[in-house]
Antibody
């Protein structure tokens, strides 16, 4: 079955770099028209889309966070990695990775369980 | 930073009908399909509606979606206690090289 699992630091300090890994199973990152995205949700707040990477390696980023984010994938390891530089307490959130089976029609059909990241000095 | 606007809350008694609106613009809802996601307390979101009004298998037909122009709506008929959750609309936005946008979210309470 399809699963996605996020991993990364639980706590980090302001100005550090956050690196999150999404390990997927049940499908391949090279499947035609497949995409994996990262989404976050601060405590008690709304969902915010961050970035995605397509099966052809094209990438898209949130306009407001573009300068701080980098997304990449390792198809052989079934992993998608998101890096965010210069974190701030406002970046504290649950970070989800999610699957889009056909990026021509943007529908998120599977989500990871999420990983809570806290930024604090 | 949500560009899709939803009412913060909605409520009803069991069996009632509840509707949630989602207001966007020509660059998102006006030109792309809308999805709705349900987020039960303490869990990750799940897909509820896609392509404006389609239900994935397993989603009860009590849930229905619609779209008109730059707005969309989600209706829950025959409200049940297990429907108490947060609901988010979402759509692709064609501006600024393209990006996905979520709504502000609506908390549905079953009275």
């Amino acid at each position: 079955q399809v699963t996605l699992k996020e991993s990364g630091p639980v706590v980090l300090k302001p100005t550090e770099t956050l690196t999150l890994t999404c390990t997927v199973s049940g499908f391949s990152l090279s499947n035609v028209r497949m995409a994996v995205s990262w989404i976050r949700q601060p405590p008690g707040k709304a969902l915010e889309w961050l970035a995605h990477i397509l099966s052809n390696d094209e990438k898209s980023y949130s306009p407001s966070l573009r300068r701080r984010l980098t997304i990449s994938k390792d198809t052989s390891k079934s992993q998608v990695v998101l890096s965010m530089i210069n974190v701030d307490p406002l970046d504290s959130a649950t970070y989800y990775c999610a699957r889009i089976p056909d990026y021509g029609e943007y529908v998120i059909d599977y989500w990871g369980q999420g990983t809570l990241v806290t930024v604090s000095s | 930073q949500s560009v899709l606007t939803q009412p913060p809350s909605a409520s009803g008694t069991p069996g009632q009908r509840v509707t949630i609106s989602c207001s966007g613009s020509s660059s998102n809802i006006g030109s792309n399909f809308v999805c709705w996601y349900q987020q039960l307390p303490g869990t990750a979101p799940t897909l509820l509606i896609y392509r404006n009004n389609q239900r994935p298998s397993g989603v009860p037909d009590r849930f229905s979606g619609s779209k008109s122009g730059t707005s969309a709506s989600l209706a829950i008929n025959g409200l049940r206690s297990e429907d108490e959750a947060d609901y988010y609309c979402a759509a692709w936005d064609d501006r600024l090289s393209g990006h996905y946008v979520f709504g502000t979210g609506t908390k549905v309470t079953v009275l």
